[in-house]
């Protein structure tokens, strides 16, 4: 039986896509085993799909001071030292990597042990940790066709981003259910991230009033962040948090609100969602949310409004042209040449293998 290790970790987001890919892999044929982090969510995520899961020492690099910064080299090194170890001992015909520091010691463990690896950036521009293990790659899987000139010629491959496979098979009857909203009024969903988003929720309550007098709206407003003085507002939902039902209410929705990370964002492309994306700030992060923003926006896929420039008017003339213009975004988004990253990230495994 053939043998891949899989990798990557530190947000949902560096492991999601892995999981995408877990259905595809096992009818090939792939044993799979899974390198994380001892600690992170990764661990939790994949020993829920019964995954044989191996924790390793892993540090983060930063951009900033911290005391932490003197410590963590020494756990990188205990990092690919254990990483080193697992490559003799599960022998892996490849590793697949999907960014994250805990990432690093395994790609370059596996480099060591001339082991193949096929990395997957998400983010228009690599992170650091991709940057890391770029060197040690094969082959670069990415989502944008910019991210192409950021990479070295002859390792980077255009696939898209794995999407699993249950976000496609949502039932809108069961989401109308859960919601209470009438099946002829169109629904509009808010999606801050797992966090929620302080300045995206606050805006779209600020503009309640006038965005229920045309749609029913779905609010995915983070943890802790529920308003109960809205609590019993006709055609208003909110949640912290949705998991099982979020197929459901992608089915049900017409137009959609979101931060634009890379994941969320090739979710959205697949079930051909116009969106609004409201990217996270530069002084929040290192501005990839807002390069991949600006791309799909170029594309056609979806509007762009920068968080400095978010109030109560601005998202609804945004809401209003997106309604506008819906079709036109479905079309964009149905031309886009990325049909099934599944298969083509299978496709180069196979291959590389």
């Known amino acids: 039986m053939k043998q891949i290790v899989l990798t990557g970790g530190g947000t949902a987001g560096h ?17 799979i085993s899974y390198i994380g982090s001892r600690e992170g969510i990764e661990k939790k995520l994949m020993e829920a799909q019964k995954i044989p899961y191996y924790g390793i020492s892993s540090g983060k690099l930063r951009r900033y001071f911290d005391w932490k910064n003197f410590t963590d080299p020494f756990r990188v090194i205990k990092g690919f030292a254990e990483a080193s170890s697992l490559m003799k001992k599960l022998k892996p ?13 395994v790609v370059m ?24 293990s770029i060197p040690g ?12 000139s950021h990479l070295p010629e002859g390792k980077a491959v255009l696939t ?10 949502g039932k809108k009857a069961a989401a109308l259910t859960l919601t209470g909203f009438l099946p002829d009024k169109p629904v509009l969903m808010v999606m801050g991230g797992s966090l929620g988003a302080a300045a995206v929720n606050q805006a779209v309550r600020d503009a309640l009033p006038e965005l229920l007098k045309d749609w029913q ?29 979020l197929p459901d209410l992608f089915a049900l929705c017409d137009l959609v609100i979101s931060r634009a990370g890379a994941n ?31 791309s799909f926006e170029r594309q056609g896929f979806s509007m762009v409004i920068e968080e400095e420039q978010l109030n109560k008017e601005a998202l609804l003339q945004a809401v209003a042209h997106l309604s506008q213009h819906r079709s036109d975004y479905i079309t964009a988004m149905e031309q886009c040449p990325q049909t099934d990253p599944i298969a083509a990230i299978l496709s180069l495994i196979e291959e590389t293998v």
């Open 15 to 31: 492991v999601t896509p892995n999981i995408a890919l877990l259905p595809a892999l096992r009818a090939a044929g792939y044993h």
């Open 93 to 105: 015909d490849i590793v697949f990597s999907k960014g994250g520091f805990v990432s690093v010691p």
């Open 109 to 132: 463990a596996a480099r060591r042990h001339h082991i193949p690896v096929i990395c997957h950036e998400s983010d228009l521009t690599p992170g650091l940790a991709n940057r890391l």
């Open 137 to 148: 790659a094969t082959k670069i899987c990415c989502n944008f066709p910019e991210t192409l």
């Open 160 to 169: 898209g981003c794995p999407i699993r496979r249950e976000l496609m098979e």
């Open 217 to 245: 709206i779905v609010h995915l407003c983070g943890k802790g962040k529920l308003d109960e003085t809205l609590r019993h507002t006709k055609g208003y939902v909110q949640y912290e948090y949705i998991q099982n039902e």
């Open 264 to 294: 969320a964002i090739c979710e959205l492309l697949a079930l051909r969602k116009p969106t609004l994306l409201i990217p996270l700030p530069a002084k929040a992060s290192r501005g990839d949310q807002i390069l991949n923003a600006r």
